[in-house]
């Protein structure tokens, strides 16, 4: 019987571990998808409207940052891979965000003229272009 309940037992803290491991990934996953969505990467699910707050999405991911810190050495491969996964597109999507915001933001004006000029000097797809790039995407 004792056999019995020793299987029992760690049947059941497999269960919670598995639990647990489910239940880091979507607090993870909810972390990062309010960040986005608050970055303008993504619609609201409920209104469809894009909402642009970077501050907030600021603070999304520094509680992310700070998970990943406290977490340190206490998390599976599975559950560090989606950390850093999920801080990496977000840093990105950040970064891209402040460097390029919306024109509804008025600001445009200031930053097309010095691209006009630049591209009036230099033909389309000069090597320039390619040094200005920041990031681009491959998959």
Do not use: C, W
């Amino acid at each position: 019987m004792s056999n019995e309940q020793t299987s029992l037992d760690s049947e059941a803290g497999g269960n919670r571990d598995d639990m647990m491991s489910a239940l880091f990934a979507q607090l993870v996953m909810q972390q990062a998808n309010m960040a986005m969505m608050l970055l303008g990467k993504v619609a609201h699910p409920e209104t469809g409207k894009v909402i642009k707050d970077i501050d907030a999405a600021r603070l999304f991911i520094d509680q992310l940052e700070m998970l990943e810190a406290k977490t340190k050495g206490n998390l599976t491969k599975e559950e560090s891979a989606l950390l850093k996964q999920s801080l990496m597109s977000l840093r990105l999507g950040f970064v891209e965000a402040v460097e390029h915001p919306s024109s509804s933001h008025g600001d445009t004006g200031a930053n097309e003229a010095p691209k006009t000029s630049a591209s009036a000097a230099e033909p389309a797809g000069s090597e320039s272009d390619e040094h200005r790039k920041k990031f681009s995407k491959k998959y």
